[in-house]
């Protein structure tokens, strides 16, 4: 067979899985098997394709057509023009969360060297892309799953963001473990999707680490304990920044009013949907009669 016959044939088989983009996902895996760019693939086209690539191609093909998610087969990633390693068991970054980022980007420019918690840090595409954008700021990146620290910590040393130091913390019961505070901005992309509606997600994303998806009963079991147990690691007048899921942005902002929280801000992503909520912490007064 060709090269081009080899493509063509990984096309048909993910056109015929259902693979919702088998052009783009079949390039990104035949690029990554042979080696080739986009340029080199047309000029080639008609060299005869090695068969131990081949084979390996149409293997990783057939792990695509069956739901594996095609940056758990590639084992990277780009976020923001930065690339991240992959794998089983971590959350895989997406444009939506551009939004978060650029939101928390705008505030950390105002200050001289901003001091940012990162809760639910995964393998670290909300961190590094902001350290990479801001060499002088210091960022703790915070998850409890090891498999996403591991990554997390390969992403570090990949991205040379010195200024990105990883943390193993259960966000749920272990602050009162966390020793530092007055931070400028703590930000999450925690997991906010309803328990009851994990079962109904895309096969993808099922495969997806269930404790980087599941939200608790109503999405919202995070966003409580950010609110509640973390906001004190906060400067008066810091912000968290939050990822929301769809429908959430009302009861988010009653979650965070409760933590004496202002929510200043309500970004939308690219397809008009609330995607990210800022509030600021209150500066509280001391009344004298």
Known sequence: MTLSEVYRHGKDILTEAGIESPAFDVMCIFEFCFNLNRQQIVQFRNIHADEVKTA?????VWQRANGR???????????????????????????????????????????DRPKILDLCAGPG????????????????????????????????ALNKTKNV???????????????????????????????????????????EPRIALDGGDDGLRFYRAIAKNWSKFLKNNGYICLEIGVNQGEKVKDILKSS??????????????????????????????
Do not use: H
Not at 126 to 145: E, F, G, P, T, Y
Not at 146 to 154: D, P, R, S, V
Not at 262 to 286: F, L, P, Q, T, Y
């Open 56 to 60: 390996k191609f149409l293997d990783l």
């Open 69 to 111: 998610p095609l940056q758990y087969i590639l084992g990277y990633w780009y976020f923001m023009e930065s690339r991240f390693k992959l794998g089983e068991g971590t959350l895989i970054p997406r444009d939506d969360t551009e939004v978060l980022v650029q939101e928390v980007l705008a505030l950390m420019n105002k200050l």
């Open 125 to 156: 595409t909300i961190s590094i892309s902001l350290a990479k954008r801001c060499a002088n700021a210091q960022i703790i990146a915070v998850d409890n799953s090891k498999i996403a620290l591991k990554f997390l910590k390969e992403n570090v």
């Open 165 to 207: 130091a990883p943390m193993e913390l259960d966000i749920i019961c272990d602050f009162n473990k966390f020793n530092f505070n007055d931070f400028d901005i703590i930000v999450s992309n925690p997991p906010y999707i309803p328990t009851k509606d994990l079962k109904s997600l895309q096969k993808e994303v099922q495969q």
């Open 260 to 289: 004496a929280l202002e929510c200043v801000i309500v970004a939308k992503d690219i397809n008009g949907i609330n995607r990210a909520i800022i509030a600021k912490k209150v500066e509280s007064v001391d009344f004298v009669e």
